[in-house]
């Protein structure tokens, strides 16, 4: 088998006249988390379900682990653990049961599962909840179940599409946490978020999709350090005048964004960018120096910000 | 300490080649789990519903007609003994579509399980079939328990009335693998419960020769009766029970079209699930 279970050349998937995935190409090696990163809309699910071996590509190369999707769907269906964007869960079983259930998809033993089964609930810290119905979990219970039963067959590579949009900010981490133990375990992952927060703490490397094509590859850190400035002052004046700022502002960085509701610096030092701000008279009624992120990398290569 | 200390990798435990010969099954299986959380309704409902018709539609209307026909009875028999055949078969294909209707709604739209199960090795085609087994043992259930009320009320006059249990179960086979395909096709639920229900099964339930001989219809409406299941399954389960005269290409004509419903069925169900799945 060679080093990389995913290859994609100029995949692409059209539905009617509307082209969802364009052209991309990337691939992804064992043992890493890759990432694509994109707001709604930019063909990150299509591209996951073309990868999750279910949705037909239109035209392009594909192969996960050497086979083509096409020929070998269930062959290659047997070695993925996906997480959908919504929670599929079979809502009349209890928690347990539908890991059991999920386990005899891939053709798994009762001996088998009911160790597996164990093991998965401490992972997923649901072991309380091991008899209850799916119907009664929170959002973040139902999410780690999910990932729990995508790993019920010990995929080769676990697909997460968005896995904690909807989340709040403590169940986010504890799912971070979760995928980061399967990271040091070896399993592949492969992410769609369109939070650079996630994709940062996740992937090892990533693409930024926008509109059905990929229009960046690296890792975070790369990425940032090719499309961005080390560090980003924020500046707000208030609405109506931040356009009317951004103007005497440019003569002072290399690059600005203007958003709606704020105005962004680009530079090698955001201290010393402010000192001069303020030199020049111009009084922000907030100000905040922060590292560059994935969002300004997104926002220089599109000109518009993940979030809408 | 890793918790996943004993992972060995699915390249060593998943055989995809175990899932291509049994992968419907475990759909059946998983199906059946979620049916046990309910058994006894499935029960009741088996039980009750034979019950009440043969007590009430039988036996009271029964009595009435059979007064005013006198010893020539409803095609030579009691009017409850005419009557039974079609209520079982009648009972197998409501079980049917119970379990092969509302599964594949929620599969496909309520709760997309289907999509779940679709993302590992299972095909669409083993979906449709794990579905379909599925209503078929529901249909088994409904129609053994109905023969056995029959029994209990003295209906089964011939030596080989039991033959009209698999009669019954071809008919909720035949239908059920109709309604699956349909079910599966629309995408629309509401058009599925609003147009098909009313306008299809219910007329198909009327005019199927279910109360009466369908020969007592007038000569324009007895085609709703030769397209239904549940007239050729009904002219069997009367056969078999009281031994109602019948020519054999009648008998023959009879099997061969419910065989056909429940091969078309199953080929568009197999075909729809893997389209829409694969989409």
């Known amino acids: 088998m060679s080093q990389s279970l995913i290859h994609a050349r100029e995949l692409t998937k059209k539905f009617g006249d509307f082209t969802a995935v364009n052209g991309i190409n990337f691939d992804v090696v064992k ?58 869960l079979d809502t009349h079983l209890s928690v347990t049961d539908n890991l059991y259930i999920y386990g005899r998809y891939f053709g798994l033993s009762r001996k088998f599962l009911k160790g597996k089964i164990e093991e998965l609930l401490t992972f997923a810290q649901l072991e309380e909840k091991r008899n209850a119905k799916v119907e009664s979990l929170s959002g973040g219970m139902k999410r780690r179940l999910t990932i729990a039963r995508a790993l019920v067959s010990e995929p080769e590579i676990l697909m997460l599409d968005e896995p ?49 094509a990929i229009m960046a590859e690296g890792s975070p850190a790369q990425l940032i350090k090719d499309y961005s400035t080390k560090e980003v002052l924020e500046v707000r004046f208030g609405s109506e005048r931040n356009a009317h700022m951004a103007d005497d502002l440019r003569q002072l960085c290399d690059r600005i964004e203007e958003l709606p509701d704020r105005i962004l610096m680009y530079t090698e030092d955001g201290e010393e960018l402010l000192e001069r701000v303020y030199k020049k008279g111009f009084h922000p009624k907030t100000s905040l120096v922060r590292r560059s992120s994935l969002e300004d990398v997104f926002l220089r290569l599109t000109g518009r910000t993940l979030i809408d | 300490m890793s918790s996943l200390q004993t992972r060995q990798g699915s390249l060593k435990i998943v055989d995809a080649a175990r899932v291509a010969a049994r992968g419907a099954l475990f759909v059946t299986e998983a199906r059946l789990r979620a049916m046990v959380k309910w058994v006894w309704l499935i029960i009741s409902i088996a039980i009750a519903n034979p019950v009440l018709y043969l ?29 039974a055949p079609a209520l079982l078969a009648t009972a197998a294909i409501q079980g049917a579509m119970d379990e092969s209707v509302y599964p594949t709604l929620e599969g496909f739209k309520w709760n997309k399980t289907f999509f779940s199960m679709n993302a590992t090795p ?81 007329p198909l339930f009327l005019f199927s020769g279910t109360f009466y001989p369908l020969t007592n219809m007038p000569i324009f409406l007895q085609w709703i009766g030769w397209i239904s299941p549940l007239w050729h399954a009904t002219e069997l389960g009367r056969w078999l029970t009281y031994g109602s005269e019948i020519s054999t290409p009648m008998l023959l004509l009879h099997f061969i079209f419910l065989n056909s419903i429940l091969i078309f069925g199953l080929i568009a169900s197999r075909r729809i699930f893997t389209k829409r799945l694969g989409k």
Not at chain 1, 51 to 67: N, V, W
Not at chain 1, 166 to 178: S, V, Y
């Open chain 2, 55 to 83: 007590v009430s539609i039988g036996l009271g209307l029964g009595s009435y007609i059979d007064k005013n026909t006198g010893a020539m009875g409803v095609d030579g028999v009691s009017y409850l003994t005419f009557l």
């Open chain 2, 122 to 202: 299972l095909s669409g085609n083993q979906i449709a079939m794990g579905v379909f087994f599925n209503s078929l043992i529901r249909t088994i259930f409904t129609a053994v328990i109905y023969w056995l009320v029959m029994l209990a009320f003295g209906v089964l006059e011939s030596p080989r009335a039991w033959l009209a249990i698999f009669t019954a179960v071809m008919a909720g086979a035949a239908f059920g693998a109709f309604m699956q395909a349909l079910a599966g096709f629309l995408e629309n639920e509401n058009v599925f419960f609003t147009i098909v229900e009313r306008f299809i099964i219910m």
């Open chain 1, 31 to 88: 043992g890493e988390s890759f990432g694509l990163l994109g707001p709604n809309g930019a063909g990150k699910s299509t591209a996951m379900r073309m990868i999750g071996a279910t949705s037909q590509r239109t035209s392009g190369d594909l192969t996960i682990l050497d086979k083509d999707p096409d020929l070998f769907g269930p062959q290659i269906r047997a070695h993925l653990g996906v997480v959908p964007q919504q929670d599929n």
């Open chain 1, 164 to 212: 904690t949009t909807g989340l709040d900010p403590q169940a986010r981490h504890i799912l971070w946490d979760r995928l980061f133990r399967l990271k040091e375990d070896g399993v592949t992952l492969l992410i769609t978020t369109h939070f650079m927060d996630e994709a940062e703490q996740l992937c090892d490397r990533l693409v930024v999709m926008d509109k059905g």
